[in-house]
């Protein structure tokens, strides 16, 4: 089974940027569409962003336009690039993993805490 960690979190101001990583192991990533979630206290487990197999992506309305999603195969890793933050992004961010895009998503990792200040 896929094992997922999140990294890159941080604390940043209204307008700056983060780049999230989600490294995988155990399996080859690419073979996984990757998904991006976030829960912010109080709320439900959103998904944010999903990389397909194919290399298409997905993004949630309230992202779209600053948040890319990305692939690098070599290091088994996906990566979730955040701009123009803002402090409704505030949230504990999760990476996990859907089999040939099929299925329920499998490998959470612990999350990597993002916050922005107004």
């Known amino acids: 089974q896929v094992q997922l960690a999140e990294s890159g979190g941080g604390l940043v101001q209204a307008g700056g940027s983060l780049r999230l990583s989600c490294a995988a192991s155990g399996r080859t990533f690419s073979n996984y569409r990757a998904g991006w979630f976030r829960q912010a206290p109080g709320k439900e487990r959103d998904l944010v962003a999903s990389l397909w197999t194919s290399g298409s992506a997905d993004y949630a309305d309230s992202v779209k336009g600053r948040f890319t999603i990305s692939r690098d195969n070599a290091k088994n890793t996906v990566y979730l690039e955040m701009n123009r933050l803002k402090p409704e992004d505030t949230a504990l961010y999760y990476c996990?993993?859907?089999?040939?895009?099929?299925?329920?998503?499998?490998?959470w990792g612990q999350g990597t805490q993002v916050t922005v200040s107004s």
């Open positions: 996990a993993a859907q089999f040939l895009g099929v299925g329920t998503y499998t490998g």
